[in-house]
């Protein structure tokens, strides 16, 4: 599974720890940023790792910032982007089984680098459940498409 990483300057040092977590696991990742914690602006950031999961490009995408409130709000904006934001392990299951979801958000200043990478590998290693899970996805494709205004 492909893998696409992204931050701003309040994610930089949790993204680091998550990326070095993901070598140790063999996962195959990229990031688009940022690679300092010289501030940057989250939506820019967010953009280009939602549309790459849009696009298909990646199977998965996780982007930290501060709370990661704001990430996941810009990343649902994107078509074909269900973005959970998740604090514990529970909501990351979740995230997965039930929703489908393909883009994990953080916050570097809400969880600890430990529990941080406990929601990362249930994340990545957790497979949506369908069953009556894919009639309620399916319903927020067809919301998503009547209130999208395309590129």
Do not use: W
């Not at 940023?33 to 549309?51: E, Q, R």
């Amino acid at each position: 599974m492909k893998i696409i990483l992204g931050s701003d300057h309040a994610g930089f040092n949790l993204k680091e720890k998550i990326k070095k977590y993901l070598k140790e696991q063999d996962f195959s990742f990229d990031d688009l940023g940022t690679y300092s914690t010289d501030p940057v602006d989250y939506p820019d950031i967010t953009l280009k790792v939602a549309k790459a999961v849009a696009k298909g490009e990646y199977r998965r995408g996780i982007i930290i910032c501060g709370t990661g409130i704001g990430t996941a709000i810009v990343a649902n904006k994107v078509p074909g982007i269900r973005a959970a934001l998740c604090h514990d392990p529970v909501s990351s299951s979740f995230s997965r089984t039930h929703n489908d979801a393909n883009i994990l958000t953080l916050g570097e200043r809400i969880i600890g680098p430990n529990l941080a990478l406990e929601i990362v590998r249930i994340f990545l290693t957790t497979e949506f459940s369908g069953g009556r899970h894919i009639r309620r996805v399916e319903k927020i494709k067809k919301i998503e498409e009547k209130y999208s205004k395309g590129e």
